[in-house]
């Protein structure tokens, strides 16, 4: 008997990841707001992407409500929900950090979501995924500067 290879991302797991990072992001967002140096000491950087990740984290949430409250029921796709999450980051961006951020959750949801091929849900997936992400990010940027956070993302 064939068996299915497992499915390491969905939906559930995009909805724990935001919750996890809100939540990580939440007890260390003065932290990283005490360290911010670049490209200007505004001190608030942690506070820019716990908002960002928090805009994404309710727009999950509001693709799983709709489900819910749907007649059958169900639970929404991958894609369904890597999509809200970018769009969520984007609408609720904050700051450099924030918009960064954002671009980075839309380079990933546009290999996850991906449409008329097999889902990238598995490890080969995720690297691809996250790929794109530093790639997209970084496109973002009119003038990157390595040592950020786009070094981090292409690392």
């Known amino acids: 008997m064939a068996h299915a290879p497992q499915t390491f991302l969905d939906a559930l797991a995009v909805r724990t990841w935001c919750g996890l990072a809100l939540t990580a992001l939440g007890r260390a967002r003065e932290e990283i707001d005490a360290i911010n140096v670049y490209p200007v000491a505004d001190g608030d950087t942690g506070t820019n992407l716990y908002l ?47 918009t960064i951020l954002a ?44 040592g950020t956070v786009l070094s981090v993302a292409s690392a």
Do not use: C, K, W
């Open 52 to 98: 960002t990740v928090e805009s994404a984290a309710t727009a999950v949430e509001a693709v799983f409500a709709g489900y819910e409250a749907g007649a059958d029921g169900g639970a929404p796709s991958l894609a369904d929900a890597v999509r809200a999450m970018a769009h969520g980051a984007l609408i609720g961006a904050r700051g450099n950090s924030g």
């Open 103 to 146: 671009q980075l959750l839309r380079g990933m949801a546009q290999v996850l979501a991906a449409e008329g091929r097999a889902a990238h849900t598995g490890g080969e997936g995720l690297r691809l995924a996250l790929r794109r992400a530093a790639d997209s990010a970084r496109l973002a940027v009119a003038h990157p500067v390595e």
